[in-house]
């Protein structure tokens, strides 16, 4: 199985951060190298451009493929989205000169828009049944309007700072974007597939979550479980020659300051709280 992945940019290093904690320790990939074997002897990785993840997943030169929704819809090919990565996330927006003559879409019928997207932004203006110049740039988009180069840009934004810094104000949202997993159909039943899946997905249900550990008298163990929200309740053991229980749960990390309050007033010792790497459900 074959993985594209953006070689530089963005996504580069939280694709890469992925992969290592899901264990697709990649053995061989160093900067300037264009694809990498993992742990996994089945499982290569090309690093070739965000842009490009999707054609090399469409026309097979790989399997499956992270990058942004953007790029797979800006590239028209047909694939299967399989996992929300949840970085990368941002929106690709229509976006103009603050207090000039476009405050909607219909204002730039006639008009000219500069995008790294022209794809994405002539089905946005074709569904909209206007017909403006599409002007196709690659980078530093929202210099154009200042240039008299376009009449308003389609572009990412995230914080907004670009935006902001350079004078223009969000006129309409075309897509909402984020890294994601995508795989071409006919691979889409791959066993091994799958396992890449549940690598990455359990790295991802991980996030936000710690693992607690702690000794607890046995009977207050219902007044222990009570307050902790684990995840189907608490693992709890004998602890020979005592009448202590350890008590192991799955705890929301915004819960953690809270839990061990309760559970320490409930007579907990000996508390201890972990990361998680990866949990698999
Ligand atoms: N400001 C941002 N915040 C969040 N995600 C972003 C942002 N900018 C881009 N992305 C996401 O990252 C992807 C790749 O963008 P990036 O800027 O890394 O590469 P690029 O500039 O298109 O390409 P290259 O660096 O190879 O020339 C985008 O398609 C989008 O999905
Ligand atoms: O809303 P913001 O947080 O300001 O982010 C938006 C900016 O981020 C991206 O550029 P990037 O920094 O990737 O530079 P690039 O133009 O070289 O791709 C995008 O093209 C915007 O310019
Ligand atoms: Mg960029």
């Known amino acids: 199985m074959r ?25 061989n990939g160093t900067d300037r190298q264009l694809y990498a074997s993992t742990v996994d002897p089945e499982v290569t990785v090309l690093f070739v451009r965000a842009a490009d993840v999707p054609e090399y997943v469409a026309d097979g030169a790989a399997d499956a493929g992270v990058t942004g929704l ?18 990368g996330n941002c929106r690709l927006v229509l976006a103009a000169p603050e207090n000039g003559s476009i405050g909607s879409v219909d204002d730039l019928a006639g008009g000219t828009v500069a995008t790294e997207f022209p794809h994405i932004a002539r ?92 000794n607890a008298p046995e009977d207050e163990l219902d007044a222990i479980r009570d307050v902790i929200p684990g995840l ?8 020979a020659g005592g009448d202590q229980v350890a008590v192991h749960a799955v705890v929301d990390e915004r819960d953690v300051f809270e839990v061990i309050t309760d559970v ?9 709280v972990t990361e998680i790497e990866r949990l698999v459900d």
Not at 3 to 27: F, I, S
Not at 70 to 87: C, H, I
Not at 171 to 196: G, M
């Open 232 to 239: 189907g309740g608490p693992t709890v053991m004998n602890i």
């Open 70 to 87: 953007d790029q797979v819809r800006e590239a028209g090919v047909d694939l299967d989205e399989r996992l929300d990565l949840g970085f």
């Open 3 to 27: 993985l594209a992945v953006p070689n530089k940019g963005r996504l580069h290093d939280p694709t890469v951060g992925l992969l290592e904690r899901a264990g697709l320790h990649l053995e």
């Open 123 to 214: 089905e946005y203006f074709a569904e909209r049944g206007i017909d403006p110049e599409v002007v196709e740039v690659s980078g530093a988009t929202e210099l154009t309007p200042h240039v008299e180069m376009a009449d308003a840009i389609i572009d990412i934004t995230s914080t907004g700072t670009t935006l902001r810094v350079n004078g223009l104000a969000v006129v309409d949202e075309v897509l909402e974007s984020s890294a994601r997993l995508f795989v071409r159909p006919d691979v889409a039943d791959d066993p091994k597939l799958a396992e890449i899946e549940t690598a990455l997905s359990s790295v991802r249900s991980a996030e936000g979550k710690r693992y607690l550990m702690m």
């Open 264 to 272: 320490k007033a409930r007579g907990a010792s000996d508390i201890l």
